[in-house]
């Protein structure tokens, strides 16, 4: 922390500002600032110290930009419901919440808590992150207030306003407490919605029995129907599908915007190079969910059906800071989707190499690395991390050193290559690492019918055949993400 002058936050430069005023106990006092580029740089007038608390409020206006392609090239989306009535819907993650207010447009900084106020003529209905506090009614039109009661990422703050209807129930949480359940779609799907709402809730049991309880009981758990695909807004995620299953029988968009909840909301990359947390997290979740639903083979098959989609073209988690385009896109601009099929991978490999009772009690430290935080509700449970935390995490989860394997799937992006060569009765295994990192994971063979795990100390190993024509196959399984196969 270091002492200011200046007051800078993030604003589109399509919005105009009004004005900036610093508010006291005795009422508003006006300060200078400045529009520099994207930026309003407000004058504070003398040097405030680390610790001194400051009111600002900006007046600001105009109109948010329109998104191109939502929800991956954002803004607002102003379209119509299938009945013909107004809908809309903000989706910021890659371009900013500065698209639509004042912010500091970075992952880690986040506001403690927030308030929202959204006035919509009737008889739409304005659904967003938090709690409803009231509704006021101002004849022709109703103003909808909502709080915010834990920490939000600021990409994560969300408004849809539609003629809603609202699916409501309760859920019984692993924590022992009912939690609010909401699902505004629009009036020609509310039977759709009626239907998928129990499928929606066993999506929140997996999470819960996975990972810990739900992070933000206090305020709800909800969903709105959104005329672009998905996203992860807090405690009211973005559905934008059309209530089918994928072919291992569940719905996918909402598994992976809940999961979000988790990783995304609850755990927070420090900093866009730490992105695949979010994203890599949630993807691998699935195939996690797959296995819960169909088994071994059906978690097998989803992470085989990601596997084409990997570039390796850049590191999954690059040292230094990075913004959301440098993670989402590669330099020639093309898609870049190694921060969620690659990162699942990464974690698929982990598994193998862990075990399972070390890998998931990773998991379950990660999203609270101290018991306390589970049942925590007022914010406490909320925090930033990197991708060195979950190598700590990892580590003491498993008591294994894992640097070499964090810097060979996530530092650098090339794969490493397995080579195999067979002499009469013995088998030889090396690793041709990238940049000659280490690189001693082992390998599991099948010999017959009896699968062993070779130990690849300094990256070579050796296996014993039972005799010259034994059938042997190597990672039959794909459990190891490399250059061939897996």
Known sequence: MHPTSWFVQDLDERLSVESVALLTD????????????????????RTRQPGERLTVRVRYGGTPREAPRPPWDGGFTWTETPGGEPWIASSV???????????????????DSMALSFTVPRPLVAA????????????????????????????????????????????ASTSGTDIPVTFW???????????????????????????????????????????????????????????????FGFDYLHHHELGHEWWGN???????????????????????YAEELG???????????????????????????????????????????DIYSKGAWILHSLRHLVGDEAFFEALRRMANPRPELRRATDGRQCRFATTDDFLRIAEAASGRELDWFFEVYLRQPALPRLVTERSGDELRLRWDAPEELSFPMPVP?????????????????????????AEVQVDRKNWILKANGG
């Open 266 to 288: 609850l755990v927070t990359a420090a900093d866009w190079s730490d992105f695949w947390l979010h994203e890599g997290f949630c993807t691998y979740m699935q195939a996690l």
């Open 445 to 469: 063979v099948r010999v017959g019918g009896e699968t062993r795990r070779v130990k690849m100390k300094g990256g070579e190993g050796r296996l014993a055949l039972p005799n010259a024509d």
């Open 26 to 45: 005795g009422g508003a006092k006006a300060l200078p600032f400045e529009r520099r580029g994207g930026q309003i740089w407000t004058d504070l007038e």
């Open 185 to 247: 779609v629009v009036p020609a799907h509310y039977q759709q919605a009626e239907k998928r709402l129990p499928q929606f809730l066993d999506h929140l049991r997996f999470y819960e029995e996975t990972l810990g309880p739900y992070p933000f009981r206090a305020d709800k758990y909800g969903i709105a129907e959104t005329p672009h695909l998905g996203m992860e807004h807090q405690t009211i995620i973005a559905y934008g599908s059309d209530f089918s299953n994928n072919e």
């Open 93 to 111: 993650q890659v371009n900013g919440a500065d698209l639509w207010w004042p912010t500091k447009d970075h992952p880690s900084d986040e506001p």
């Open 295 to 337: 088994g071994r083979e059906a978690y097998h098959s989803y992470l085989q059906g990601s596997r084409g989609g990997i570039n390796n073209e850049q590191p999954v988690a690059p040292r230094g800071s990075r913004s959301t385009l440098e993670m989402y896109y590669l330099p020639s601009g093309e898609g870049d989707g």
């Open 128 to 171: 967003s992150n938090g709690r409803l506090r009231r509704v006021e009614d101002n004849g022709e039109a109703r103003t909808y207030h909502w709080f915010v009661s834990t920490p939000i990422n600021n990409y994560g703050v969300a408004l849809n306003v539609a003629p809603y209807r609202t699916v409501d129930t309760t859920y």
